[in-house]
């Protein structure tokens, strides 16, 4: 079978079909076939032969993005076998059979129906074989061939990255690298110069070029500088087909910048600066600044400035403010321009990072020439020093001197000056000053134990100008003087011991004085010289502002004495010497053998009356607990002392008991129950138990015939009211019970109370007719009517 292919459309690809059909099976798209076959002929023996291979197959080209309106020839399918009857049929199967490729199952002929895209898919696998149409078998075994998709220049060259942006250092020299870009080609590189990418600048020139292979930037000029142009845009371009013309091209742009180096000195725009300063301004404050340019960016501008010289060099300094790369020019000493009208500076400023590849360009420092002008102002007064420090002693009188301050206008006016002291409102004003002369006075006398030191503020002004103050600080040192006597310097509780011996050390004292330690100690101790001499204690001055108190003889007794004063004197050092005399107190206890107090003249009373402090303790104990039963037992005995006046109303808590166990309900006598039933006559029956009360009791029919006329309802209404207006009433509820039922009752009361005392008129004979269940009832009241008739 034989397989040809003539899709060819240039020259080049006549010569390729023509060569690969000459040679079809070294070449593309040539494909041969060739099947033996046997034959029998009568009268000859069968003679086997070695079967060769049917198929030979080579690959197929088809060209991509095919446009024809018919469908592109791709090659042909031939058996040996086809006899060119129509009765071999050709299949093909595979990628895109059907779809994309179709075959002339008569002819073998496959044409491709779409137009292929070689980037998208470059081969399709396929498979051929003939069949007997007839028997429908197979005339030739299946086989593969592959069908590629032959590339034509349809992608032009992109570059993914772009756009760029770079920067290259100012003053690079020329053939420095920037930047390297690529351009990518879809398509075959394997196959003509359809990928074959060529470089050119289309935008930059002269300044930077490319080389047409690598697509490497380079600067094309020596020495560019950022100060004179900073940014480029530059157009590169990538054509494939190796630059010829009809190929395909893309381009990108690259933004380079030049970034700074410091390859430019500072420079002050003006070679001589002048200022003006008054004289009025503070030390340490700002009076001035100045700038020196500079080209560089960042850190290569940055600029420190000095004065180098100058007459002002050490009254103004110089600093350098990082944010504004500003001279900061403050004032270091006061100005004064009475003293020197105008001061000349030298400032320089240089650059604090240095390259050394442009030290050529250098210096990199300028100067310039500063002249200050100082401004006279009218100041204010000016003391002759900054403080003042005074001394005037204790006690003085009234107006002395204590010291001058001395106050000038520094103006070439020279006016007047006056003085006077700032006090605050609640300040004592123990000193005054001469308005003219600045004289500071006493006005009361001082006392340094009080106040040693005073701070005062003195104020001076200018006579034709009040609103210029200064102030100046005058201190005032009180001296003392020897006007305080010593004093002991505490209380002391002197202790002497009944078996003292004489010559013992009983206590030590000290004194002190308010003065100065200079009219102070040293202190002297001593006795009272016109007292006679004391025979039990003796006084020794220990030279060292102390004093012993010494015992002069054997034993003590409490019994006998138990308090000795003695009476001592204390000198101090002053000149002249002051002293006080003072009493001392000294106790007589017992104390053990090592000296410890053991009990004082308290205690030693009590032992003498043979009673310890815990037995006074009992005793006292005893007689309170006495008296607590007392008072205990009369507040018993008040409190249970019965009221004289009891209303019978008040039955709380009030129990009658009574031996007699009466008569049943014909006994009334042991208890009237008439207040019970009675309102009104309850509220009468008052009376009081410890005397027998004279009533006069009236007839029992009497009193029944009230209780029917009085309405119980309107009675307890009554009692409710008293007893929530009464504020002496108990906070306890009251029960109170009454067996009165009211009036206008047609039955009458039901109550077994009256029932002897009552007549009735009810005829009882009924209850007999209500039935055996009433019997019992009705026997009952029969024999009381019986008993009642009879």
Same mark, same amino acid.
């Given at each position: ?386 403080? /003042?420090?005074?001394?005037?002693? &204790? +006690?003085? $009188?009234? *107006?002395? @001197?204590?010291? =001058?301050?001395? !106050?000038? %206008?520094? #103006? ?79 209380? /002391?509780?002197?202790?002497?011991? &009944? +078996?003292? $011996?004489? *010559?013992? @050390?009983?206590? =030590?004292?000290? !004194?002190? %004085?308010? #003065? ?98 815990? !037995? ?175």
């Amino acid at each position: 079978m034989k397989i040809t292919s003539t899709s060819c459309i240039c020259p080049v690809l006549v010569c390729l079909c023509f060569v690969q059909r000459c040679y079809g099976t070294a070449h593309h798209s040539s494909i041969k076939g060739t099947r033996n076959q046997t034959k029998h002929i009568e009268g000859e023996t069968e003679v086997h032969h070695r079967p060769k291979r049917g198929w030979v197959w080579n690959q197929f080209f088809v060209l991509e993005e095919h446009m024809g309106p018919d469908p592109q020839y791709v090659g042909k399918l031939h058996s040996n076998s086809d006899k060119g009857d129509g009765s071999v049929k050709y299949i093909l199967t595979g990628e895109g059979a059907g779809t994309i490729f179709i075959i002339d199952d008569t002819t073998g002929d496959i044409h491709s129906t779409k137009s292929l895209d070689r980037e998208q898919k470059t081969h399709y696998v396929l498979h051929a074989q003939a069949i007997d149409r007839r028997t429908n078998k197979p005339l030739e075994p299946e086989s593969e061939f592959i069908i590629k998709v032959q590339d034509i220049n349809d992608n032009a060259p992109k570059f993914t990255d772009g756009p760029y942006i770079v920067t290259v250092p100012e003053m690079s020299d020329m053939g420095t690298s920037v930047l390297q870009v690529t351009a990518t080609d879809a398509d075959d590189p394997t196959y003509g110069n359809s990928a074959r990418v060529v470089y050119s600048i289309l935008q930059g020139q002269p300044y930077f070029s490319v080389d047409p292979k690598t697509g490497v930037i380079r600067t094309a000029l020596h020495n560019m500088d950022r100060e004179a142009r900073e940014h480029y845009s530059v157009v590169i371009q990538a054509k494939d087909m190796a630059g010829q013309v009809g190929g395909l091209s893309g381009s990108t742009t690259v933004n380079i910048t030049l970034t700074d180096v410091n390859d430019n000195p500072p420079r002050f725009p003006q070679k001589h600066y002048q200022l003006y300063v008054p004289e009025s301004a503070q030390v340490g404050s700002a009076v001035g600044k100045i700038k020196a340019n500079d080209a560089d960016t960042g850190s290569n501008a940055d600029m420190t400035y000095s004065i180098i010289n100058g007459d002002g060099i050490g009254i103004f300094s110089i600093s350098t403010d990082k944010e504004t790369r500003e001279g900061i020019l403050s004032l270091k000493k006061p100005l004064n321009y009475e003293k020197k009208k105008s001061y000349t500076l030298n400032i320089e400023g240089a650059n604090t990072h240095l390259d050394f590849r442009f030290s050529h360009l250098g210096p990199f420092k300028d100067a310039t020439m500063l002249k200050i002008i100082v401004g006279d102002v009218d100041e204010p007064p000016l003391f002759s020093m900054p403080s /003042y420090a005074m001394e005037v002693y &204790e +006690n003085a $009188k009234i *107006g002395t @001197v204590v010291g =001058t301050v001395l !106050a000038q %206008d520094p #103006d070439s006016a020279n006016s007047l000056v006056r003085y006077f002291i700032e006090y605050n409102a609640e300040d004592d004003r123990f000193f005054n000053i001469d308005a003219n002369t600045g004289t500071i006075k006493t006005t009361k006398v001082l006392d340094r134990e009080e106040t040693p030191w005073y701070n005062i503020t003195v104020a001076a002004s200018e006579n034709d100008n009040p609103g210029l103050l200064s102030h100046v600080t005058v201190g005032i040192r009180v001296l003392d003087v020897n006007d305080n006597p010593p004093e002991l310097a505490r209380e /002391y509780d002197i202790v002497v011991c &009944e +078996n003292s $011996k004489p *010559g013992q @050390v009983i206590h =030590t004292i000290t !004194a002190t %004085d308010k #003065d100065d330690f200079a009219n102070g100690p040293r202190f002297n101790f001593f006795l009272d010289e016109h007292l006679s001499v004391n025979p039990n204690f003796t006084l020794k001055d220990n030279e060292d502002n102390t004093a012993s108190i010494l015992t002069r003889r054997r034993r003590f007794s409490r019994t006998i004495q138990d308090v000795y004063y003695l009476p001592i004197m204390i000198s101090d050092g002053g000149i002249p010497s002051l002293s006080s005399s003072s009493t001392l107190t000294i106790r007589v206890c017992a104390c053990e053998r090592d000296g410890r107090v053991r009990t004082c003249h308290a205690e030693a009373f009590l032992s003498s009356a043979g009673l310890s402090t815990g !037995a006074l303790i009992a005793i006292l104990l005893c007689v309170v607990i006495l008296l607590a039963i007392v008072v205990l037992f009369i507040t018993l005995r008040r409190s249970k002392k019965e009221p004289l006046i009891i209303s019978e109303e008040d039955v709380r808590e009030n129990v009658v008991t009574y031996d007699d166990e009466g008569g049943g309900e014909e006994d009334t006598e042991a208890f009237d129950i008439t207040a019970l039933r009675n309102p009104s006559a309850a509220e009468e029956l008052k009376y009081r138990r410890d005397i027998r009360p004279e009533v006069k009791l009236t007839p029992r029919h009497q009193t029944l015939a009230t209780l029917e006329s009085i309405d119980v309802q309107e009675f307890i209404k009554q009692r409710l009211a008293e007893a929530d207006l009464d504020p002496s009433v108990p906070p306890y509820d009251s029960l109170q019970t009454y067996a009165y039922e009211g009036q206008r009752s047609e039955a009458g009361s039901i109550s077994s109370l009256d029932s002897a005392t009552t007549q009735s008129d009810q005829d009882y004979q009924y209850l007999g007719d209500w039935g055996p269940e009433f019997k019992k009832l009705a026997e009952l009241y029969g024999e009381i009517e019986s008993e009642r008739t009879t």
